[in-house]
C-alpha cells in the first residue's frame, strides 16, 4: 500500500492500482454522504479530478495518483457511500485504473512514511 | 483533501417531557403535510360556471391526474398559522445571523410596496402608463448612486449573487472590448463569500487565492506577489467577513488598476459604511448593494433578494439593460442592447428587478434620511463593538481591536472543553436566540460571527451577553451534555442531515402517506 | 429616529464599554481620503405620515392593471390572489426569517419549501424540483448551464418561439463560458426549425409551449429528437396555469422543466420579485442549481426538513459550484404554494379552463373587427393577431380610452411589427373585452 500527500492510497496490483482514501481523510470528512466515481475507459492524467467524495458539509476531490485508464468503479458506493467510513482501506475503495508509467509510484510514501507525515501535520 | 468536520449526525438521548396524546405541546400544534390534508377533489376557491365552449388547446388537453391537494379556506389559514409557529423570526426576538444583516423591517414599506400603483404594474406597460414607477427607480437610482459616491448603477440584478455575476460580466466585457484575453485571473481572498469565486467561475475567469494576514486582513504582500499581468481583477468584500474594514483598500485600488485589472467590491456589509464611507473614494470598480440587508426589505425564509450594481465610469459602458433613463422630464426603459449605449453586455433577467425591493428600500431610505441612515451605520458598529467587548473575556474575539458591523470569535474558548461552535449555538436556541453565523468566514476555526445590528435595544443586547457569558461558563466548567443534547425546547430537536443526504427525500409521494 | 432603540446615554455608556472615545474611533481605519465631512447630500429624515404621503403620489402617477381594462401578457399574467395569501406571507414568522439555516427553528419555511417542491414536481410532471430561482428567465438560463454540465456537451439550441428575454438571459449567462448557443428568430410557427440543428454535440434543446405568441407547442416529438442523439429537452412555459389545461411537460417527455410561477400566488408587480420554478428528472438532481430541502427525522425520531444537497452549492463547492445561486425567491414560493394549496387540482383545472374560454371569447370578438387576423390556432389564454396597422401605434391610441389592449410584440423581437400579442384571464369582465374591442376598432379605423 503507497499513500500520498492528498490523502489517497494506492494498491498495486500487477499492472492494475485500486484507489481510495486513508483512514485520516474518512475520519477528516467525517459522515460521507455521496461518492462520484469516474467513468470506466475515462483517461486520466496524474493529478486530474478523477473523483469526488461529500460529507454533509464537504465537498472533496480525488485526484488520479497516477496517469492511467480507468478500469471500474466501486458501484457500491453509489448505494452505500457510508462503506468509505466504515471500511475506507478496503472495501471502500474508489476505484480501479491501468499504471502507465510505474516510476510514478516512487514519490508515493508507505505505510509507516505516511504515519509520520500525518504526525507532521500535527 | 480538506475539511473542517462538524458533526451532523445528531447524538440520541431521552426525550425530555412526556408525549402528548395528541402530538401537540400546547401552543406548538403538529401539522402534517397539505398531502395529507388536502385532497385533488377539494378547492378553496369559488369560481364561476364553465360555458363549456369548444377547446383551442391543440390536442394536448391534460388527461393525467396531477395530484395536487386542495384545502379549504380555513384550512389553508390552520395550516400556514401552526407552520409558521415552528420559525425563528427578527420580529420574536435577536437574530444576530453575521453577514446576513437582520435588521427592523419596518411596515410602513410594506404598505408602500402594496399599492396598486406599483404591485399591479405590468413590466410591459406602455412608458407613458408607469412614469411614477420609472420615477421611482429614478430616485432609488439617485439615492443608491450619492450614498455610494460611484456615477452609474444597474438596477436590474435580482440579489447579491446576480449583483456580482452583473459587476463581474460588466468587467469581463471591459477586458474583451480592450481585447485583453489574457486576463483570466481573478484574485480572491480566502476569507469571501463562497458565492464570490462561484460568480468569477460563471464569467470565465479562474480563481487565486490571497491568504489572509493574523490581523484578519488582506496579506499585502501575497497579494503583491500574485499580481501579474493576466490579472482580470481582484473581489474583495469591505469590510471583510471578518467583520473589519480592509485599511489598505486604496492602495490594493491602485495595485489592480496598475496592472489593468478591475476592483469588484462586494457589498454584503455596505451597512457597516453607509452615510460615513462612499466606496466611490475607495477606488472600486463595481459593487453590488443587498437592498435586503443594509435597506431592511425582508428576507423572507430565503429571499427574493435585490442585488443593484453600482459601476465606474469605465464599466458603466457595459451595464446590463433595461436601463432607466429620463428625458425632458419623461421617464423610459431603454430595453434593448441595440438602443443602449455603450455595449451593454445584455441582459439579466426577464424584466426591470425587484420593483417590490425598489419600492421598500426607497420608502427605508427616505424615513431614515441622510441623518438617520448615518445614525443607523454608527449604531450598527457600535452594537457590535459592545458585544465584541462585553464577550472578549469568556469567548475568544478572533481578532484583537475594534470592529465594524459584526464580532468575529473562533473556538479556542472552548478547546478541550468538548463543546463544539455547533453545540454552543444550538444551546443559544433553547436560550430563545437564533444562533450566529457558524463555522464563516473559513479563515477561523469554529468560527462564530455576531451581527447584532442597529436595531437591537442596549437592554436587549445586554440580556444576549448575559446569556452568551453563562453558556461560555458552563461550557468550559464542563457541562457538556447539556450543550450536544441542545436543543431540547425548539419545536424539533436536532436533525439528522446525514441521513437527508444519503437517501434524498426531496418530494413527499403518496406510498408514504 | 423612529426605528433605532439606542439614544444619548446608551450610547455614551456602550462607547465607554468599548473603551473608546466616540463613535469616530471606531472607523480608524478607514484612509484618511476618504473620510466624509458631514452629511451626504441627500434630504433628511421624514415622518411615517411624509414618506407615506410622497410614495402614494408617485404611485397615483401610474395607471394600476386593476384600474380598467388590461390584456398584457408576455412572460407575467394579472390573476386574481385570494386575500388569504397576502395575509399569510405576512405573518413576522415567514417575512422576517432568514433562509433556514438552523433546522430545529425554522420548520415552518422548511416544511413549506418541501410542499412547494411537490407541488412543482407534480404540476411539471417531473420527480424533483428545487426551492426556487429568482425569475423563470434565470431558471431558464441556469437549465441549459446544468444541461451543459450533465452532458457534457457545449451547443445548445433555442426554438424561435421562446420568449425573447428569456432568451437574451440564458445568452447572457453562457457568453463567457464557452457554450456555443443558438437563439432563433423569434417568430410564430417556426418552432420546429430547431429539429434541424440536433447533432450528437447538441446538450439540449429549449422549447416553450405556450409559447411567446401563446401557441401550444406538443412537445413529445422535440423529446424524441433530442433523445434520439443523446441531448435532453429543456420545457419552458411562462404560464403555470396553463399547466391546468394541457399536459405537463414531463409527461410529453422534457428531461428539464423550468418556468415562472408568479401567475400563482405573486402579484404583476412592474417586474419583482417573481419566482422561478426548476425541476427535472432524478437522475439530474446533482447537477441541480440552487437550494433544496428534505425530509429526514431529529433525534428523537420525528419526522423534520432540512436544506439538503448543499455540496452543490457556492457556500461550500466555491468556484466548483453548480451555480453562484445563493438568495433565492423564499417569500415568493410560500405565496405560490399557499395559492396552489387553495387551488388544488380541481381549482386549478377550473382556473385554467375559465382562463382558456375567456380568451377564447375574446378572440372571436376580436376577430370578427376589420383589419384584425389571428395567427394562432392554438392558444390557451394567450394569443397573437396581426393588425392592418403597426401594433405599436395602435396600443398607444388605445392607451388614449383607458385600455391596456395587450402588448406589440415588437416590444420584445425584431420584426413583427403589425402582431399584436393578446391575454385574457379570469380577471377580465365581459365589460372589460367589450370595451377592448371597441377600442381596437377605433385604433384601427
Wanted: a negative charge; one cysteine or more.
Amino acid at each position: 500500500m503507497k499513500y500520498t500527500q492528498d490523502h489517497e492510497w494506492i494498491k498495486v496490483d500487477g499492472d492494475i492500482a485500486t484507489i481510495g482514501i486513508s483512514v485520516h481523510a474518512a475520519k477528516a470528512l467525517g459522515d460521507i454522504v455521496f461518492v462520484e466515481l469516474p467513468e470506466a475507459e475515462a483517461e486520466l492524467e496524474k493529478g486530474d479530478d478523477a473523483a469526488v467524495v461529500e460529507s454533509v458539509k464537504a465537498a472533496s476531490e480525488v485526484y488520479a495518483p497516477l496517469s492511467g485508464v480507468v478500469i471500474a468503479g466501486n458501484e457500491a458506493l453509489e448505494d452505500a457511500p457510508e462503506t468509505v467510513n466504515a471500511d475506507p482501506e478496503g472495501e471502500g475503495w474508489f476505484f480501479k485504473m491501468t499504471i502507465t508509467d510505474a516510476s510514478e509510484l516512487d514519490d508515493m510514501m508507505d505505510a509507516a512514511a505516511y504515519k509520520e507525515f500525518l504526525e507532521s501535520l500535527d | 483533501m480538506m475539511s473542517q468536520g462538524r458533526p451532523t449526525t445528531p447524538h440520541t438521548s431521552d426525550a425530555v417531557g412526556h408525549e402528548t396524546v395528541s402530538g401537540n405541546k400546547a401552543l406548538a400544534q403538529r401539522e402534517l403535510l397539505i398531502f395529507e390534508i388536502g385532497t385533488p377533489r377539494r378547492t378553496g376557491i369559488d369560481f364561476p360556471e364553465l360555458k363549456n365552449t369548444p377547446s383551442r388547446l391543440g390536442g394536448v388537453e391534460r388527461t393525467q391526474e396531477i395530484g395536487l391537494p386542495g384545502l379549504s379556506e380555513p384550512e389553508v389559514m390552520r395550516h400556514y398559522v401552526r407552520l409558521s409557529q415552528k420559525n425563528y423570526a427578527i420580529d420574536l426576538g435577536v437574530y444576530p445571523l453575521g453577514s446576513c444583516t437582520m435588521k427592523h423591517n419596518p411596515r410602513l414599506n410594506e404598505k408602500m410596496a402594496r399599492l396598486p400603483g406599483f404591485a399591479d404594474l405590468h413590466p410591459l406597460q406602455p412608458h407613458s402608463t408607469v412614469q411614477g414607477a420609472l420615477e421611482l427607480m429614478g430616485d432609488l437610482a439617485h439615492w443608491i448612486l450619492t450614498l455610494t459616491g460611484m456615477p452609474a448603477v444597474a438596477l436590474s440584478p435580482k440579489a447579491g449573487a446576480h449583483g456580482e455575476l452583473c459587476g463581474m460580466m460588466a468587467i469581463r466585457a471591459a477586458l474583451d472590448a480592450k481585447g485583453a484575453d489574457h486576463k483570466r485571473r481573478v484574485l480572491v481572498p480566502e476569507s469571501a463569500h463562497g458565492t464570490n469565486p462561484a460568480t468569477a467561475v460563471q464569467c470565465g475567469f479562474s480563481i487565486d487565492s490571497i491568504p489572509a494576514t493574523e490581523d484578519g486582513r488582506v496579506d499585502m504582500d501575497a497579494l503583491k506577489a500574485k499580481l501579474g499581468d493576466d490579472v482580470a481583477g481582484i473581489m474583495l468584500t469591505n469590510p471583510n467577513t471578518c467583520g473589519l474594514f480592509e485599511r489598505d483598500i486604496i492602495e490594493i485600488a491602485d495595485l489592480i488598476h496598475g496592472v489593468g485589472g478591475y476592483f469588484y467590491c462586494d457589498g454584503a456589509n455596505f451597512n457597516a459604511l453607509v452615510g460615513r464611507v462612499r466606496p466611490g473614494d475607495l477606488g472600486i470598480d463595481a459593487m453590488h448593494l443587498n437592498l435586503h440587508k443594509t435597506f431592511s426589505t425582508p428576507h423572507g425564509g430565503g429571499g427574493p433578494g435585490s442585488g443593484p450594481t453600482v459601476l465606474s465610469d469605465a464599466l458603466a459602458p457595459y451595464a446590463p439593460v433595461p436601463r432607466v433613463e429620463s428625458q425632458d422630464g419623461v421617464w423610459h426603459l431603454v430595453e434593448n442592447v441595440e438602443d443602449a449605449d455603450g455595449e451593454s453586455f445584455g441582459r439579466m433577467t426577464a424584466f426591470h428587478g425587484q420593483m417590490g425591493m425598489f419600492v421598500r428600500a426607497l420608502s427605508y431610505m427616505l424615513s431614515h434620511g441622510s441623518d438617520g441612515l448615518k445614525q443607523a451605520t454608527e449604531d450598527a458598529v457600535l452594537n457590535a463593538n459592545y458585544v465584541q467587548a462585553a464577550l472578549s473575556d469568556v469567548m475568544t474575539p478572533a481578532f484583537s481591536g475594534t470592529c465594524m458591523h459584526e464580532a468575529l470569535f473562533d473556538d479556542r474558548f472552548l478547546k478541550d472543553t468538548g463543546v463544539e461552535t455547533l453545540d454552543f449555538a444550538k444551546a443559544m436556541i433553547d436560550e430563545g436566540y437564533h444562533p450566529m453565523t457558524m463555522y464563516f468566514p473559513l479563515v477561523v476555526h469554529g468560527a462564530m460571527l455576531i451581527e447584532p445590528t442597529e436595531s437591537e435595544s442596549k437592554a436587549e443586547l445586554d440580556r444576549f451577553i448575559a446569556v452568551m457569558r453563562s453558556l461560555a461558563v458552563k461550557a468550559v466548567s464542563g457541562e457538556v451534555e447539556m450543550f450536544k443534547a441542545a436543543p431540547i425546547y425548539a419545536p424539533l430537536r436536532r436533525l439528522d442531515e446525514t441521513r437527508a443526504a444519503r437517501k434524498p427525500v426531496l418530494k413527499w409521494t403518496p406510498s408514504e402517506g | 429616529m423612529r426605528y433605532l432603540p439606542l439614544n444619548t446615554n446608551d450610547r455614551t455608556a456602550m462607547l465607554d464599554v468599548v473603551g473608546v472615545k466616540s463613535i469616530d474611533d471606531l472607523f480608524d481605519d478607514v484612509p484618511m481620503s476618504a473620510r466624509l465631512d458631514g452629511l451626504i447630500d441627500l434630504p433628511t429624515r421624514k415622518t411615517e405620515s411624509e414618506v407615506d404621503a410622497e410614495l402614494t403620489a408617485l404611485a397615483g402617477r401610474n395607471r394600476a392593471a386593476g384600474a380598467g381594462p388590461f390584456f398584457i401578457g408576455g412572460g407575467a399574467y394579472r390573476h386574481h390572489i385570494p386575500a388569504t395569501v397576502d395575509h399569510l406571507i405576512q405573518r413576522s414568522e415567514f417575512l422576517t426569517a432568514y433562509t433556514p439555516y438552523q433546522p430545529e427553528i425554522s420548520q415552518g419555511t422548511l416544511q413549506t419549501l418541501f410542499e412547494f417542491q411537490t407541488q412543482v414536481a407534480m404540476l411539471t410532471g417531473m420527480d424533483v424540483a428545487n426551492a426556487s430561482m429568482y425569475d423563470g428567465s434565470t431558471a431558464c438560463g441556469e437549465a441549459v448551464l446544468m444541461a451543459c454540465r450533465a452532458k457534457r456537451r457545449k451547443k445548445a439550441y433555442i426554438a424561435s418561439g421562446v420568449h425573447p428575454h428569456y432568451s437574451a438571459t440564458t445568452q447572457g449567462l453562457c457568453q463567457y463560458l464557452d457554450i456555443d448557443l443558438d437563439v432563433a428568430v423569434c417568430a410564430p410557427g417556426k418552432d420546429a426549425d430547431v429539429l434541424q440543428n440536433l447533432d450528437k454535440e447538441t446538450a439540449a434543446i429549449v422549447v416553450q409551449s405556450p409559447n411567446v405568441f401563446g401557441e401550444i407547442v406538443d412537445l413529445t416529438p422535440y423529446a424524441e429528437a433530442a433523445h434520439a442523439v443523446g441531448a435532453l429537452l429543456i420545457a419552458v412555459f411562462t404560464e403555470p396555469v396553463a399547466l391546468g389545461a394541457i399536459q405537463s411537460p414531463g409527461e410529453m417527455g422534457a428531461d428539464i422543466v423550468v418556468g415562472e410561477g408568479q401567475s400563482i400566488g405573486v402579484g404583476l408587480n412592474f417586474g419583482g420579485p417573481y419566482v422561478g420554478l426548476f425541476a427535472c428528472r432524478q437522475k439530474l438532481v446533482r447537477q441541480m442549481p440552487g437550494r433544496v430541502c428534505g425530509e429526514t427525522v431529529d433525534a428523537d425520531g420525528k419526522r423534520g426538513y432540512v436544506l439538503t444537497l448543499s455540496t452543490r452549492e457556492q457556500h461550500i463547492r466555491r468556484e466548483k459550484a453548480t451555480s453562484n445561486i445563493c438568495t433565492n425567491s423564499g417569500l415568493c414560493t410560500l405565496a405560490f404554494s399557499i395559492h396552489m394549496s387553495l387551488l388544488g387540482e380541481a381549482g386549478l383545472r377550473q382556473l385554467a379552463m375559465i382562463n382558456h374560454e375567456k380568451a377564447c371569447q375574446l378572440a372571436d370578438m376580436l376577430c370578427a373587427l376589420d383589419g384584425v387576423e389571428l395567427v394562432t390556432d392554438t392558444f390557451f389564454n394567450e394569443f397573437t393577431l396581426r393588425l392592418a396597422k403597426p401594433a405599436r401605434e395602435v396600443v398607444h391610441k388605445m392607451v388614449e380610452h383607458n385600455v391596456l389592449g395587450g402588448l406589440a410584440a415588437s416590444r420584445l423581437m425584431d420584426g413583427q411589427d403589425d402582431l399584436l400579442i393578446v391575454t385574457a384571464t379570469e380577471t377580465n369582465s365581459e365589460a372589460d373585452m367589450r370595451a377592448f374591442t371597441k377600442a381596437l376598432e377605433e385604433a384601427l379605423s
